[in-house]
Nanobody
Framework: VQLQASGGGLVQPGGSLRLSCAAS????????MGWFRQAPGKEREFVAGITWSGDATYYTDSVKGRFTISRDNAKNTVYLQMNSLKPEDTAVYYC??????????????????WGQGTLVTVSS
């Protein structure tokens, strides 16, 4: 399985970026997908996830209302539309493929495979 992430870059606060992650190697449409990020000196954290069918999406609280995850199973690609970006969104963003995991009211992704990461820098 290969996951190829792209779309990162430098953007000013308040700006937008769209990340893409193209998957190959196994039945993409059968697996949940998600985005994580890791800022310098911090642990990797869950950002957004989507079920295999796309009928449910999940977000960490800090990005709700600003980020949107979606998938196109015909193109084996998952997207993360990021609006109203803040300096604290600066991180390397990783896409993952695997299974959704519930813990109480929260949902995260237990990834079997990871993409290589794409750097998002929010700065003026």
């Amino acid at each position: 399985v290969q996951l190829q992430a792209s779309g990162g870059g430098l953007v000013q606060p308040g700006g937008s970026l769209r990340l893409s992650c193209a998957a190959s190697g196994r039945a993409y449409g059968r697996y949940a997908m998600g985005w994580f990020r890791q800022a310098p000196g911090k642990e990797r954290e869950f950002v957004a996830g989507i079920t295999w069918s796309g009928d449910a999406t999940y977000y960490t609280d800090s990005v709700k209302g600003r980020f949107t995850i979606s998938r196109d199973n015909a193109k084996n690609t998952v997207y993360l539309q990021m609006n109203s970006l803040k300096p604290e969104d600066t991180a390397v963003y990783y896409c993952g493929q695997g299974s959704g995991v519930r813990s109480g009211n929260s949902w995260s992704l237990r990834a079997d495979y990871w993409g290589q990461g794409t750097l998002v820098t929010v700065s003026s």
